[in-house]
């Protein structure tokens, strides 16, 4: 957004609240290092018994970047688009503008995939924009035993990011040679030093958007950040363009006065425009189970392989340290809205660690949520206290029911010649170090019991801020992202997804 701004000669001020990307940050192989870091803002879900029970004592895991790049700096790379009828389905909900046929265009703009076999569709794939996307040089064993299991299975090799998402893929990555391509390195960094009309601050924190008001009407004129203990205000002469994520942005709105009129008055925040922030939270609800161990396939070594691994990783960018998790499969339940598309995602990661393991985790995530939750402000401390997140798990009971049959077809895997022939085997204990073990084993009970205590979020929020026609009392802003009620202030991150995707939300 700010490359593109400033090559229309605006000028423009980046408030970043983190420090600048570290380089560690682009190893792949290191990417679980990252939650939980310094990049990270440490948030975590409200507790609740009927989801993530296995954080005894806190709430679920929240991972949202803190760093000039953002999330996307510190997440899994996934490049996934989302089905063609989820954009569809946001222009239903009367959003113009932003069908698949609409939003396609933009995909290949910001796309430069070096993969040759992908690439030969021209329809849906782009080798010339900034962003690249490709696979990653380095494959295990394990990355062909996956893939060969699932077409053992009868599911057919797919392009997610093309007209059919159902199937599986060793997936596409923002990456490049072995090392990581956040929104930074793919569109700031290369034009930083050439546009004296961008001038980026990092570590200060935006405490809240200056708004005016004129008669009937409120104009954002600018923001308030603190920078080493001083606070510094920065008017605006044209747009306050707000991109700090779908739990970041309903917070500063809120902070700022925009948000629930009477849950505002109560925290004696003065209410300039009476909005339904902070609702329509939305996250793919994930289930990983370590439940996959290997023999003589798994990639754990000994400390000076481990050297070797490192030297060969600077030295040409291949091995261990160049990759991520790279399988995954799109499932369409048999209760799917919309015929053709998925309900369930399946992919696999090393127990711990994607470098060195002997256990592998499947992952089974839902990707049509009907539950909904909610963001508000920390009433102890709403400038300064983390905003408390409500997400509101499998409150529709369908949720649930789309997991466990996505758990029902993804232990078929076990059963493959492909998975014996690997020695690889089903080891049901890590899971059952809690109450699940007195139900019967592998009946709904038991794996609806698992679901509770092994859920945890996929980390692609959505929603926060949704995007809507002015006659949806959900929505906070219109088509073109700007904020009702309020002139000079667009919110242009996930948090506007009216309708969550299908897949990662890093590339939309």
């Not at 920078?227 to 306050?240: H, L, P």
């Not at 023999?295 to 030295?315: G, H, M, N, W």
């Not at 959900?474 to 991150?493: A, C, K, M, T």
Request: proline share 5%.
């Amino acid at each position: 957004m700010s490359a593109n701004i400033t090559d229309e000669l605006c000028q423009v001020l980046l408030i970043e609240a983190g420090p600048e990307e570290p380089k560690m940050a682009l190893i792949p192989g290191l990417t679980s290092e990252f939650k939980g870091s310094s990049m990270d803002w440490h948030y975590e879900m409200r507790p609740k018994k009927s989801f993530c029970q296995n954080r005894v004592g806190s709430g679920c895991e929240v991972v949202q970047g803190r760093v000039l790049g953002g999330t996307s700096s510190i997440n899994d790379m996934a490049y996934m688009r989302g089905s063609p009828a989820d954009y569809d389905e946001w222009a239903l909900f009367g959003n113009e503008g932003w069908s698949f046929t609409n939003v396609l265009p933009y995909f290949k703009y910001s796309e430069g995939n070096y993969d040759k076999d992908i690439t030969k569709n021209k329809f849906f794939h782009s080798t010339q924009g900034p962003l690249d996307v490709g696979r990653y040089p380095y494959v295990d064993d394990n990355v062909d035993v996956l893939l060969s299991a699932f077409n053992e299975l009868g599911y057919n090799y797919t392009d997610i990011n093309g007209r059919n998402q159902l199937g599986f893929m060793r997936i596409q990555t923002m990456s490049y040679r072995g090392e990581r391509v956040s929104t930074y390195t793919a569109f700031i960094e290369p034009v930083r030093k050439l546009r004296p009309n961008l001038e980026i601050v990092t570590e200060a924190l935006v405490t809240n958007i200056l708004l005016e008001e004129l008669r009937d009407t409120v104009r954002a004129v600018g923001i308030s950040y603190i920078r080493n203990g001083t606070k510094i205000r920065a008017k605006a002469k044209k747009e306050v363009i707000l991109s700090a994520g779908a739990i970041g942005s309903p917070k500063l709105l809120m902070q700022s006065g925009l948000g629930p009129k009477e849950y505002l008055e109560y925290l004696d925040i003065k209410t300039y425009y009476d909005l339904p922030v902070g609702g329509n939270f939305q996250d793919h609800l994930s289930v990983c189970l370590p439940v996959l161990k290997l023999t003589r396939t798994a990639t754990t070594v000994k400390f000076p392989e481990k050297l070797k691994d490192i030297t060969s990783y600077y030295a040409k960018g291949i091995g261990p340290l160049s990759a991520n998790f790279q399988v995954v499969a799109f499932i369409e339940s048999s209760i799917s809205e919309i015929i053709g598309t998925p309900d369930i995602e399946v992919r696999f990661k090393g127990h711990d660690s994607n470098l060195y393991y002997d256990r592998i985790d499947i992952c089974v995530s839902l990707l049509t949520p009907k539950s909904r939750g909610q963001i508000v402000l920390n009433a102890t401390d709403y400038m300064f206290g983390k905003p408390l997140i409500y997400p509101n798990f499998l409150k529709d009971p369908t949720d649930e029911k789309k997991l466990l049959e996505g758990i029902h077809q993804v232990v078929k895997l076990f059963d493959t010649e492909v998975f014996k022939n690997a020695n690889i085997e089903f080891d049901p204990r890590p899971i059952l170090n809690n109450d699940c073990k007195y139900h019967e084993k592998v009946s709904d009970e038991f794996w609806s019991c698992i679901i509770k205590h092994f859920s945890e979020p996929l980390h692609n929020y959505a929603g926060s801020c949704k995007m809507g026609p002015s006659n949806d009392v959900e929505s906070v802003v219109d088509n073109n992202l700007r904020v009702y009620g309020v002139s000079n202030l667009r919110v242009v991150d996930a948090s506007i997804i009216p309708k969550i995707t299908r897949g990662s939300t890093a590339a939309p």
